[in-house]
């Protein structure tokens, strides 16, 4: 961004009010022209019964161009639709919601409908006035090249994949060969149709694509020291052969994979009594080679038994399904079957899980004779003995005269360096893992000290993949069960640092399909992530937003709420004890500007005090008008896509409340609430994600922050003699369009029994 | 061909052991109605048992299908109109046998060297088909109505289908996809096109325990009695069935169901043949075959007297 | 159809409670057998069944106990005698296993096999096999007859008389005549065409060609 700043022009602002869509019949649109021209002094005010047609359009684009308006306030639908049309280089565009909060959901005509129509205004151009266009910031040089660490079927899927999208890659292996595990595999799983066959193993194909492939620099044998910086400009160091080198890096594919559980664990299913029990891993090695023979003595294996589940699902050992066990027993029962027609597959399975096109692969095995049995194996013995319970024939049946045992063992991630041997590490330790969340500054515990540089000595076992220079800890956030995630099905590929992308059997236990599809995105991720930090602009959920935290420095008073609450560890402190703002870190939620007790952070179109004067703009009628207000300040990343949702259903919306969008709960300072309260409102709604261990919010922390700043409301209630029902958290989600109007209709009931705020016509 | 305007259709009949036994009532009133239905019915000659459900367990598997395709073959010696049947346990096996002589090879096979005993074959190329599928596909509901002289006002009909005229093929092509397994509606269309009111009656196609009923009742007699409670519950005069084995069942156990439960039931269960062959205004003894029935069907034997009369 | 396996190992006397090879042989030699393999344990069949209530186990666990190798107790449970053929799980099952017809040819090899000597049904089937394979028809006085007298002399008196009113119903119905027995002219020639098919089956289970 290189024009000049927006805000050295005055601004000249413009109301453009759409009668379309029912709002001219819901209400008076000269009465709204007043509120314009006379409480806001604005001349430039224009009337269109089609906004958002050629000729509507115009007539903005027109005045644009003219000179006459840079801030133009459009009265008309939901922020949330016609974005596109409504876009206009070189002014700052604000959207009130006529459609979908007043006409498609309150009473055409009425009283009520007027007065939400005039606040709604109100409130945008108190918006207009209390906000700039926003500025990007500009940290270049950047760097576009992809990190990619791991160079299994994952990594080298991302390598390719983000070659190919012309970006220069560097692939990062551990091993001295590329490939990783499915190096090993006899045959894959199939991925292509009909499903019922295995399929050649085409691994060597991709690690020749990609060595052989110009844009992509691939270094084996080589380990990830540390990390710093953030997006578009890590610092990356390296070390390859005891030498250590930096490397400039825009963004970050994690694929390191897994590795199998360890079956010395599982003794009691036979492994180590004898060698003809044998993991699913091994008998891949075994099945390359031709004939099957058992370990022991080199006979023929002809009767071959699939334990599933071994050590997994089972709180003793892995608590999770691995999801891709039972494949790949069935693809080598498949191979046995067909490779010795006289052999006898029996697969104890407790339940079988194939997902998608799986299930055509079970069926196939089905037909080629591989006899399912359905239990729960209770032991194996030396005599190769599998005792299973069924609780159907409620007895233990033993399985007797087998010449070969599999195990079908779980995944375990590399989430965390394996360290030489290769053995199982332990778990990273917990740091901002929502099941154990970090204290907050002021409210719960004092601030944490900074994350000290953890030494840049060679990885050992259970340290750190990245070593990120992260004041929240140099692992990689895992969300449960040592797998490194942030929400499955909202924001796959996160990691919760920005511009650090998970993906394969790291993110969640996948089979190699899985993982190339879900390494091409995280490659996609990883370039969308460059090309947003390049221009400036934020990332997931608010792509695209070029508006960024500022920070007064004159003000604050190192607190360190900021830098703690960030769910993003995008605020460090200087030396000097100052907060420090690395944008291209930031994803824009405002949780540091909604914890700042002196309100010294904010964005160019976003603050307190804009949030404050918007609250305030609302008329708040006298008591004995018995039109009760209440503020809802709602989440845009759910609660407003589920008010809007509620507009399109036709739903009637509670007359007495006032929405203001809002950037996450996390945003919302306590000031916004006491303002409100003694403003006169008679109740506040903080409507938001649902925060806690299955949290949905957009920002990770961000609503489970409102949380905690919300046990201070009471104490704010207490000292306004005011009851503690008049604030009160809502968590949504999406799906909860239909009984949104009922929530807000219950709460004004709670809200006429305690009867109207007493601090009314004191605000 | 009495009436060559409506165009009548010829059918290859099987009639099955039932018709000249317990079923007698069934095959009487069917043969009956057939003419008035644009239908004319060409017995197999010499046909034999069907195996039923029983037959494979001493016979063995062969054997047993090799009963129906004898049947069949005989029947292709006559020609190469449909086989039609009313029974529901030898529609089950011809239709079965049939199905599986024209898609399976090897069947096909070893069925024809066992016909060649007897210097018969068969290649699989006629259909069979059920009686009422045929009255639904072929005849229509109008022609049914179309046909009625004497309505069966006022008589309450329960529609036991019973398991095997719809259960497995009735929703399939080869079983002309004439109605659903689990609610068929052809019965009460049959009955409400004959005049009657057909009550609403959920146990439709509930087991009445099938030849296990015949040789150990003590095993299934609650089943039979929960298909004659639900008809009497819903006020029914008679129940109406296309099975033979359903109507034996369930009309012949009502006593020791009594006997055994202490209830009263006294419940006539009649073949929809019955049903037409009255409301076309038939005699009620030479074609409905009322006589026929172990508990008299008192109101049925009304209505067709009042015709008569 | 080759022999079921034989339960004696060197090692053990006596019947083997579980036999690993029972699943395949099903699987590959009783008719209709393959379609076993198909089963997922669902319980559809099991759900749908009008006479679970008296069966000795579900067609879901009766699978169940063939890939556990339950042979004694597959062919000695009255699970296969007690089926009343209603077709509703075959409909319904969701994988199409043809649950009837498997339990029929369960019965078929637990009578060729000698696991069902106290079954009503054989006998049944027996009286009723009689009455095809000599006349071609069934005639239902001379099965029930035949069948009644089955249990024995004074069993067969018993269930006769039990029986007497509702014969006596039937025949003044005038579905029960007291003629000779109905027949089929062409009985001779079915003969011939059983006796084949059952030479037939008799020559696959030995495992060599039919003549």
Partial sequence: ?763 | MSDPKAGAKTYTYYPGCSSQASAIHLDKSLRAVAPKLGIALEEIEDWNCCGASVGHVEGGALPQTALSGRNLAKARQQGSHDVLTACAACYLNTHGVNEKIKQDVRTRARVNQALGAADLKYDGDLNVRHACEVLVNDVGLERIKGQVVNPLKGLKVAGYVGCQTVRPFAATQSGGEYDTYDQPEFLDNFAEACGAEAVAYDPKTSCCGGSVSVHSPDKTLHLIKQIVEAAVEAGADVIATPCPLCQQNVEMYQDAINKKFGTSFNLPVVFYSQLMAVAFGMDAKADAALDANMIAPVKLVELAKKAAG | MSAAPAAASAASAGRRQYDLGFARWVYQHVEGGDKVAMCMQCGMCSGSCPIGTAMDHGPRKLFMMIRAGMKEAVLTSNTIWNCTQCYNCVVRCPRKVPVTAILQSLATVAVKEGYAPTQSTPKFSKAFWLSVARFGRTDERLVTALYYFSHGLKEGIRRALENLPIALRMIKAGRMHLGLPHRAKGAADLRAILAKAEDIERAERAGGKPS
């Fill in chain 1, 1 to 763: 961004m290189s024009a000049a700043p927006a805000q050295a022009q005055a601004k000249k602002p413009g109301v453009y009010l759409c009668g379309g869509c029912g709002i001219a019949q819901a209400t008076p649109l000269d009465a709204l022209e007043k509120v314009a021209s006379k409480e806001y002094k604005v001349a430039h005010c224009r009337k269109h019964d089609f906004l958002c047609g050629e000729a509507g359009v115009k007539l903005i684009r027109d005045d644009i161009a003219a000179g006459t308006v840079n801030q133009p306030v459009i009265a008309a639908c939901s922020s949330r639709v016609n974005a596109d049309r409504f876009r206009f280089d070189g002014a700052q565009v604000i959207r009130a919601n006529l459609r979908e909060q007043v006409a498609w959901t309150q009473e055409p005509g009425s009283e009520d409908a007027a007065m939400a129509a005039a606040d709604y205004l109100r409130m945008a151009l108190t918006e207009a006035r209390k906000s700039s266009p926003p500025v990007a910031y500009d940290i270049a040089p950047y760097s576009e090249r992809v990190l990619v660490v791991g160079g299994g079927i994952s990594g080298l899927t991302a390598a390719r994949e983000a070659a190919e999208a012309g970006y220069q890659v560097l692939l990062v292996e551990r091993e001295a060969k590329l490939g990783g595990q499915s190096l090993a595999w006899s045959k894959r799983m199939p991925h292509l149709p009909p499903y019922r066959e295995p399929r050649a193993n085409d691994i060597e194909a991709l690690v020749k694509a990609v060595e052989s492939h110009p844009a992509i620099e691939v270094r084996r044998e080589c380990r990830v020291v540390k990390t710093s910086g953030g997006p578009g400009k890590f610092a990356v160091e390296l070390s390859q052969g005891g030498a250590a080198r930096e490397e400039a890096i825009g963004a970050i594919v994690v694929a390191t994979g897994w590795r199998p559980y360890d079956p010395n664990k599982l003794g009691h299913l036979g492994y180590g009594a004898t060698p003809d029990v044998v993991t699913g891993v091994a008998l891949e090695g075994m099945l390359a080679k031709g004939p099957l023979v058992r370990p022991s003595d080199g006979r023929a294996a002809k009767l071959v038994a699939f334990v599933q589940c071994a050590g997994s699902r089972d709180p003793a050992h892995l608590p999770y399904c691995s999801s891709v066990c039972c494949g790949v027993s069935i693809k080598q029962a498949l191979q046995i079957r067909q490779s010795d027609p006289d052999s006898s597959v029996y697969i104890v399975y407790d339940e079988l899980r194939t997902p998608g096109t799986a299930e055509e692969f079970y069926r196939a095995a089905q037909e080629a004779g591989v006899v399912f049995v359905k239990g729960k194996v209770k032991g194996v013995g030396a005599d190769l003995t599998v005792t299973y319970d069924d609780a159907l024939l409620g007895q233990s049946v033993p399985m007797q005269g087998l010449d070969l045992v599999v195990l079908a063992t779980g995944m375990v991630p590399n989430a965390t360096e394996l360290g030489d041997s290769g053995e199982a590490a332990p778990l990273p330790p917990a740091d901002i893992n929502p099941l154990s969340p970090i204290p907050v500054a002021g409210y719960a515990a004092e601030a944490p000290a900074a994350q000290a540089a953890a030494p840049a000595a060679a990885a050992t076992q259970g340290a750190s993949l990245l070593n990120l220079q992260y004041r929240q800890g140099p692992h990689l956030p895992i969300l449960a069960d040592g797998f490194a995630d942030s929400h499955f099905i909202c924001f796959p590929y996160e990691t919760r640092r920005s511009g650090i992308y998970a993906c394969g059997p790291l993110r969640r236990p996948m089979d190699m399909a899985e993982s190339a599809e879900d390494a091409t995105g995280a490659a996609l991720k990883a370039i969308q992530a460059i090309r947003n930090v390049v221009e400036g602009r934020g990332l997931h959920p608010r792509s695209g937003d070029l508006s960024f935290p500022k920070i007064g420095l004159t003000t604050c008073t190192k607190c360190r709420r900021c830098t703690v609450e960030c769910p993003f560890g995008a605020i460090d402190e200087n030396e000097q004890g100052q907060p420090v703002v690395n944008p291209s870190r930031c994803r824009r939620c405002g949780t540091c500007m909604g914890a700042c007790p002196v309100r010294t952070i904010s964005f160019d179109n976003y603050s307190v005090e804009m949030l404050t004067s918007m609250i305030k703009a609302v008329e708040i009628p006298d008591e004995d008008a018995e039109k009760p207000r209440v503020l809802v300040l709602a989440c845009q990343n759910d609660a407003v896509p589920a008010l809007d949702m509620a507009g399109i259903a036709r739903s009637r919306l509670n007359p007495y409340v006032r929405i203001v969008p809002v950037r996450c709960l996390g945003s919302v300072s306590l000031v916004c609430v006491s303002e409100a309260l003694s403003s006169g409102y008679d109740g506040i709604v903080l409507m938001g994600c649902k925060s806690g261990d299955d949290y949905q919010c957009h920002f990770v922390k961000g609503s489970a922050m409102a949380q905690e700043r919300l046990q201070k409301v009471g104490e704010t209630l207490k000292s306004m003699a005011l009851e503690k029902e008049r604030v009160r958290p809502m968590e949504v989600s999406i799906a909860d369009a239909a009984r949104l109007p009922k929530l807000l209709d219950d709460y004004l009931a709670e809200i006429d029994k305690i009867g109207p705020s007493p601090l009314k016509g004191f605000g």
